[in-house]
């Protein structure tokens, strides 16, 4: 069982994700947020999540639980797994020094994974850290990371950005974790490509034309998102991509980017105009 704590973990700590109905015209909103526990502390726990059946916490975790978030016996927490969905659990002391997290009730029933692709190239540390926490609250399901040929950190620690990606859905009241990938040299993830998946293509040579208009023109199907490096694409990867019959380039308007904004700016425009944001 895992469960992230101090600078990678627990919601508790930080404000939630929160989205407000926007009154339009004639008294209609967009899509209602559902009506979540925002103010519980909420954990990723990597077991499974039964009703009545104890989940120990390890050392660590009690102590963190009990002596840095200053929680009580009968205190109670929002727990997933990203497969059983979300429960209410009440902490129960099992000893003196032992602490175990019983599962009272499920507040909510697992819900399918995001289907959204986001592939990038990844960047240092800290804008990394963000940049991926920002792409799960944006609705990322997979997380590829790609090796270009103008990429600025040649190592990525894969366990790191499963631990931000965990952080970010414990804030954000997601109950599936991104699956997140090794990462793949640029030729190599288009050889495999799945054709079937619209690839779109953050070209930040391509003309400023409404990235909105371009997306909707798209047909119904998976997608699958790419942000290049700090540097941009090379002429061969552009070339390359730019000919690929599943890959569609977009503009990101007439300013520069820095890669983690991009990631943002693309990955809003895509859920507004073909994603889950759309009113459905």
């Known amino acids: 069982m895992t469960m992230t704590a101090g600078r990678l973990g627990f919601a508790a700590m930080r404000t939630r994700c929160r989205i407000r109905a ?12 559902p009506n979540h526990d925002f103010k519980s502390p909420r954990l990723y726990l990597d077991t499974d999540l039964v009703a009545e059946t104890p989940v120990p916490a390890t050392p660590v975790q009690a102590n963190y639980l009990l002596n840095v978030m200053r929680l009580g016996e009968g205190a109670q927490v929002l727990a997933f797994n990203g497969r059983d969905g979300e429960w209410r659990c009440e902490l129960v002391k099992a000893a003196k020094k032992k602490l175990d997290l019983v599962p009272r009730e499920r507040v909510r029933d697992q819900t399918p994974p995001a289907d959204l692709h986001y592939l990038f190239a990844p960047l240092k ?35 790191r950005m499963r631990a931000n990606a965990i952080e970010a859905a414990e804030q954000c009241g997601i109950l599936s974790i991104p699956e997140c990938r090794e990462p793949v040299k640029f030729n190599d993830l288009l050889d495999r490509w799945d054709s079937g998946r619209r690839l779109i293509f953050c070209d930040e040579r391509a ?14 199907g998976p997608h699958a998102l790419v942000i290049g490096p700090e540097g941009g694409f090379s002429a061969d990867e552009r070339e390359r991509l730019n000919a690929a019959d599943f890959v569609t380039a977009i503009s990101l308007g007439p300013r520069i980017l820095r890669a983690d ?3 943002v700016a693309a990955m809003a425009v895509l859920q507004a105009a073909i994603g889950d944001w759309r009113q459905g």
């Open 261 to 263: 904004t991009a990631a």
């Open 125 to 159: 540390h800290a804008r990394l850290d963000y940049m991926v926490q920002k792409a799960v609250e944006m609705g990322a399901g997979v997380l590829q990371p790609v090796m270009t040929q103008h990429v600025q950190a040649t190592r990525l620690n894969t366990e």
């Open 207 to 220: 003309d400023a034309a409404s990235p909105i208009d371009t997306l909707r023109a798209l047909p119904e």
């Open 22 to 33: 926007v009154p339009r015209p004639g008294g209609r909103t967009i899509r209602d947020m």
